[in-house]
């Protein structure tokens, strides 16, 4: 009799465990406005004692990405960049912007020729990734190169979503890209078969 008092028991405090956590995920989403997955990363931060840490102040982001660099560019270009980050420049080599539709992280780094350009956009678009993960974000990105204006040097920008909104806009971003792919493709198509037409 008492053994079965004792799983009845058990059963109901895990009950009402479970119960007060979906409770509390429900109350997160209902005051952040966050989804599910946001909703866990935040309550898991809270109970390890990083409540507090974003994915834009988080330094192993920042610690992980430059050890990618530095095995991927070696030691003396990597050994440049330090140089030149530790200069007086305006605008770091590696930041967050949050100024537009979608949050960015904009790393700055030289690559050279397009088949290192190629990794460093894989092999630091993967490790975003896992962080988009670890904090509850998706993991659906846009990646884009651009030229820095004041250097002269080339730098990736990674787009993402840390809410609803954002997500939609993330997602007509990269429908319009994808449109923009597909048109000009189809266009240097429809050229190539008018000059086999008048050959």
Not at 33 to 47: M, Q, R, S
Not at 121 to 146: D, M, P, Q
């Amino acid at each position: 009799m008492f053994f079965i008092s004792l799983i009845l028991i058990l059963i109901v405090v895990v009950a009402i465990v479970i119960g007060a956590y979906y409770l509390v995920i429900h109350l997160i989403k209902l005051w952040t406005g966050c989804d599910n997955d946001e909703a866990n990363a935040k309550l898991h931060n809270f109970f390890n004692g990083s409540a507090n840490c974003t994915i834009e102040n988080d330094s192993t982001v920042f610690t992980e990405i430059g050890d990618n660099i530095h095995k991927i560019i070696g030691e003396k270009r990597f050994q440049q960049l330090v140089n030149l980050s530790n200069t007086l420049l305006n605008t770091p080599l590696l930041f967050f912007d949050n100024n537009g539709k979608i949050p960015r992280i904009i790393i700055t780094v030289n690559y050279e020729d397009e088949s290192e350009k190629i990794i460093l956009e894989s092999i630091l678009c993967n490790v975003f990734r896992k962080y988009l993960a670890v904090y509850g974000f998706s993991t659906e990105i846009i990646s884009e190169w651009h030229i820095r204006s004041d250097l002269k040097m080339p730098y990736l920008q990674i787009g993402y979503a840390k809410n609803k909104e954002q997500k939609a806009a993330l997602k007509l971003y990269m429908q319009h890209e994808q449109n923009t792919f597909i048109k000009t493709n189809s266009d240097i198509l429809d050229d190539t078969e008018t000059d086999d037409l008048n050959d």
